[in-house]
C-alpha cells in the first residue's frame, strides 16, 4: 500500500471488475499487492470522484475526500465481509469522507427555505401554480440542462441540498442517507420533500409554459 499522498488520475470511463475479479483484487490488497492498489483506483476512482465533486462542489476538496476514501477502505480491509460489491463499499465510504469534510468547514448560517416552498390557501390549493413546457421533461436528458439543475441543486440550504443529492443523484436509499447524516429516516424523507418542492420553484423560470 503507497504511503502519504496517493497521486492519482481517477477515469471517468473504467469498467468495473467482475465480483470473481473484484474478489481476487481484494484478497491481492489483503497480501500487501502494490499493483493491487493501483487497478482498484482505477476501477473505482472515477465514479468516486464524481461524487466527491457532487457533494463538495470543490475540485481540489473532492480530490482530497477520494483520497481519504481510499486510505480510510485500505486500513479498513480486513473488517469488509464482502456481502457489497467493492464499488458500493467505497461508494459509501466516499460519500461519509465528503460530508465529514462539508461539517469541518466554517458553518454559516443558512438560508431560509421556506420562500421557495409553494404556498397553500387555506382549503389546500396551491396558490399560483405554474406548468412546465411538455418538453422540459425531455430537456432534461440535455447537458446543458443538466447543467443548469445541477446549478439549481447547489443554490439550495446546505442540509437539503445534500439530502437531494445523497438520495436522487447517489442512490442512497432513506435509512442509509439518514445514518450519514446522523438524523432520522423521517426526517431524511421530510427534507428531501422539501428540497424537490424548492428545486422545481428555482427551475420553474426556465421551464415555465408561456401562456399565450
Not at 87 to 113: D, F, Q, Y
Not at 114 to 126: M, T, V
Not at 148 to 156: A, P
Request: contains cysteine.
Amino acid at each position: 500500500m503507497p504511503t502519504g499522498r496517493i497521486e492519482a488520475t481517477f477515469p471517468t470511463d473504467a469498467t468495473s471488475p467482475t465480483p470473481g475479479a473484484a474478489t481476487g483484487l481484494l484478497d491481492r490488497l489483503r497480501a500487501g499487492d502494490d499493483a493491487a492498489f493501483a487497478e482498484l483506483v482505477a476501477a473505482h476512482g472515477g465514479r468516486m470522484l464524481a461524487t466527491a465533486r457532487r457533494l463538495v462542489r470543490n475540485d481540489a476538496d473532492a480530490h482530497d475526500c477520494v483520497q481519504e476514501a481510499f486510505l480510510s477502505a485500505f486500513k479498513a480491509l480486513d473488517g469488509f465481509d464482502g456481502r457489497a460489491a467493492p464499488g458500493t463499499w467505497l461508494h459509501r465510504i466516499t460519500v461519509n469522507a465528503c460530508l465529514m469534510r462539508l461539517r469541518s468547514r466554517a458553518r454559516k448560517p443558512e438560508a431560509p427555505i421556506e420562500d421557495l416552498l409553494p404556498r397553500y390557501s387555506d382549503d389546500g390549493h396551491q396558490l399560483h401554480p405554474t406548468r412546465w413546457a411538455e418538453d422540459a421533461s425531455a430537456g432534461a436528458e440535455r447537458a446543458e440542462t443538466r447543467a443548469l439543475v445541477r446549478r439549481r441543486i447547489d443554490e439550495l440550504p446546505e442540509s437539503y441540498r445534500t439530502v437531494l443529492i445523497l438520495r436522487d443523484l447517489e442512490g442512497l436509499d432513506g435509512e442509509e442517507a439518514a445514518a450519514l447524516l446522523g438524523v432520522t429516516p423521517n426526517a431524511v424523507k421530510i427534507r428531501l420533500h422539501r428540497a424537490r418542492q424548492a428545486l422545481r420553484t428555482l427551475l420553474d423560470p426556465s421551464f415555465r409554459e408561456e401562456r399565450p
